[in-house]
């Protein structure tokens, strides 16, 4: 089950420059800061009430989000869904056909993640997570 | 003893506005891929606006279609295509919350009625947010 919005997830060319903002002048607690390699991205997630905004600064031009920011800027890139169970959750997408990134679960910044595809959702790049301890 | 720093008090994320070439199969995609459903059918401003409201925990997803060619998000269509459009966080004050953003050298609008809600709405520049339109909304 679908239980909320785990993050909004932010492109950035500059996480310290954007830290100075969401942090530093909107106040937001900093709950994790991490560089994942294999996505690409040096990120910070920001607390806000139950969800997060996620700072995305790409580690390279050629990575996903270095491709995203060269195209269309800074801004908005993903919105992330937290779930229960998001085995079921991507075999009853795949069972209905919808167009994805990810066939498997894999470990990200927010648990175990998969994306969509942003075809399936009209132009929003979808993520579902499940939180791990 | 010193005083203490006035923080802006940021409560929660309000909801996420997507913007949509047709939104009756935006919706029918949401409610496919998620299972999030309509909570009323939906309703068109005096602006050209029409716009369906998908509640997701304490938040909802707002989808978006102009009507016509004018406005914030016909522009976001014809540049950028459909997608995520802004961002609505709710704050206690909305007062106080321009004055201590603009006290921090943020440009920030006036509070004026949103075109959807009619709820008191103010936008921060989004060249400070870092390319976020970032809405606060004050809702009591």
């Known amino acids: 089950m679908i239980e909320k919005i785990h993050h909004v997830g932010v492109a950035v060319r500059n996480l310290e420059e954007a830290l100075r903002f969401y942090r530093d002048v909107l106040g937001l607690p900093v709950h994790k800061q991490a560089t994942v390699e294999e996505q690409g991205v040096k990120a910070a997630l920001l607390t806000i009430g139950q969800s997060e905004i996620e700072l995305l600064e790409p580690l390279g031009p050629e990575t996903a989000v270095g491709r995203f920011l060269e195209r269309r800027g800074e801004g908005l890139h993903h919105l992330c869904f937290q779930t229960d169970d998001i085995d079921a959750e991507l075999a009853d997408l795949k069972a209905k056909g919808v167009e994805l990134v990810d066939q498997q679960p894999r470990l990200g910044l927010a648990g175990r993640i998969c994306f969509l595809h942003p075809r399936a959702s009209r132009g929003v790049l979808v993520e579902l997570a499940q939180p791990v301890e | ?140």
């Open chain 2, 1 to 140: 003893m010193a005083k203490k720093e006035p923080r802006l008090q940021l409560k929660r994320i309000d909801h996420v506005a997507i913007v949509t070439e047709d939104l009756n199969d935006a919706e029918r995609l949401w409610e496919r891929n998620l299972g999030l459903k309509a909570e009323a059918s939906s309703k068109v401003t005096d602006e050209g606006l029409q716009a369906v409201r998908l509640p997701i925990g304490d938040a909802f997803l707002e989808l978006v279609q102009p009507l016509s060619g004018q406005g914030r998000f016909a522009g976001q269509l014809r540049e950028r295509g459909e997608g995520l459009f802004s961002l609505a966080i709710e704050v206690d004050d909305l007062g106080a919350a321009i004055a201590y953003l603009r006290d921090r050298g943020i440009t920030v609008s006036n509070a004026e009625a949103d075109t959807l809600s009619g709820l008191k709405i103010a936008r921060i520049n989004h060249a400070s947010s870092h390319g976020v339109p970032i809405e606060l909304i004050e809702r009591k």
